[in-house]
């Protein structure tokens, strides 16, 4: 009996149009060209994303005594140890953005306190928002104040339900995308990805499901937006960190990523792109994007704001976002945690 071919080759569809074509043309993305206002629009909250995972950093991947080779600015005055506590999961952060320009929230991985494997950013991120109902039930109904948007105008909450798809939602994310989070964010109908650190190993699967999203309104994956292309200078400094953390690991037997006091246990060598974002090469990154976010006084495009979709609100400028951003950082810091549900 001849073996039957699995899957058949298909005659309609996306994945026909590509099945006799060469790889790359499945994970190529024509690149995005972004207007100047666009481009500022997306360092800032970009910059917003970095700034989380430099205030929550812990690098205490394998425990807070022992020897990290690449964590020597992080050990503690004492020198008895490392800064950071209790490792909760591994410094990649994400937060969602609505059509307006409003943040909705925040998460983290958290892979290690939960002792699952499964708990991403984006994707805890993604359940989170699909389980607030009106979006100034989130962070910002305890911290409002007395807040402005643009100059003369009074702050006023939309209250759009986010319980049913995120086509205008836009993630931010500090690492590209694996398969679980890209598959979450297109079930979720979510609008665009945007990330600011390629991950060599999950091998550009956002790419792929975006060349082959299906036909019509349902289910779309999200449009991955690498941070290259508005010109976010951070983007290229953590991937060259990270083929140097990787080729110094390869090429050198002596070298490693942690020594445990116990000389009979194991070091430990894993070129994880997780064990990169423990190392002081990646830490003075993010720290030198929190330092920029937070001096940011003003910005170059004040006025500018995407264009109004026909029935929905008027998304806000820049000048707004700007503040929007650094207020939600104080927040973020002094009554949002990591590792439990936020203040609602």
Known sequence: MAAIQHPPIPHTGPLASYWSRQVQELVLLPVTEFEAGQRERHQLYSLLTMALVACYWNGN????????????????PNQSGYVGGDYLGHNIASIAVDGQGEVIDFDFNHNEILA????????RLIRRVF?????????????????????????????????????????????ESCSQCSGIMALGSVKAVVFLHRDPGQNSIGNILYNLRPQGERYLPPLPIPADTFGLSYFGELNAGYEQFAAELKNN?????????DPSKKRERSPSVTSFLCTDLAHDVFNRALQEFTQLKEVQYPDFAPPQEEGQPKPHNNAWVLQHLQRFLSYAIRKGQRGTPHKL
């Open 61 to 76: 991947k394998y425990g807070q005594q022992g020897n990290y080779p690449w964590r020597a600015k992080q050990r503690q």
């Open 116 to 123: 699952s494997s499964v708990e991403h950013a984006e994707s």
């Open 131 to 175: 389980s607030l109902t009106q979006l100034f039930d989130d962070w910002d109904t305890a911290d409002s104040g007395s807040q402005t948007g643009t100059v003369g105008e009074p702050f006023t909450p939309a209250r759009t339900p986010y319980s049913t798809l995120l086509n205008r939602v836009t993630i931010y994310t500090s690492l």
């Open 253 to 261: 037997p002596e070298s490693c990523v942690f020594l445990p006091d």
